[in-house]
């Protein structure tokens, strides 16, 4: 009989402890689930000047957002909840703040890279929900431009929707500093 050394003798089993880890695959290659759901946030800080734009919308031209692109936080919600739904990391991995070629880039150009991404993953939007977080402008007036923008990119059949409210004053969201943006997704396996 073996003297105890102090250390457990690690023991391989078939089928439950591999010698080596295999890459995880980034994201589904076929639909592997009926049914994937996302869940997405952005916020940014503003500016005065420039342009506020929600939605491809243009809401104010008395404030902007502090972004390496157009700061559309409502698209950047949008794409990191398809993105977390199919499991391929979030936006600033797919579109870095570093890359020069974001600089100023319009966010319908990432919400439309993503839905390819799920198109060739075998899933499409059915569902999309988005909460507005802004003091000012009152974004009532712009819902329906900003529906028509998300189902022009979505497609027909795909339900959309927006609300918005105010922080009631709180945090830099409540003091008109920023403005912040959630999103959910549902990702629906094409037949």
């Not at 089928?15 to 946030?41: M, N, V």
């Not at 703040?97 to 991404?117: E, M």
Request: contains cysteine; charged residues 20%; glycine residues 10%.
């Amino acid at each position: 009989m073996d003297a105890p050394s102090g250390r457990r003798k690690r023991v391989a089993i078939a089928g439950l402890a591999p010698a080596k880890k295999s890459p995880e695959p980034i994201g589904p290659t076929a639909p592997t689930a009926p049914f994937l759901i996302g869940h997405g946030h952005d916020i940014h800080r503003l500016q005065p000047g420039g342009k506020l734009i929600l939605c491809g919308v243009v809401v104010s031209e008395e404030m902007s957002p502090i972004a390496h692109s157009d700061g559309d936080v409502v698209y950047h919600a949008i794409v990191d909840a398809i993105l977390g739904a199919l499991g391929m990391g979030d936006i600033g991995e797919s579109f870095p703040n570093s890359d020069p070629q974001w600089k100023d880039a319009a966010s319908s150009n990432f919400l439309k890279t993503v839905l390819r991404r799920a198109a060739s993953a075998g899933y499409a939007p059915c569902n999309v929900d988005v909460t507005l977080l802004v003091e000012k402008p009152k974004i009532k007036p712009f819902k329906p431009q900003m529906r028509e923008a998300l189902r022009k990119l979505f497609g027909p059949g795909v339900t959309v929707n927006i609300k918005a409210g105010t922080n009631e004053g709180c945090d830099a969201v409540g003091r008109g500093e920023a403005v912040a943006s959630y999103a959910v997704v549902l990702l629906a396996a094409r037949r």
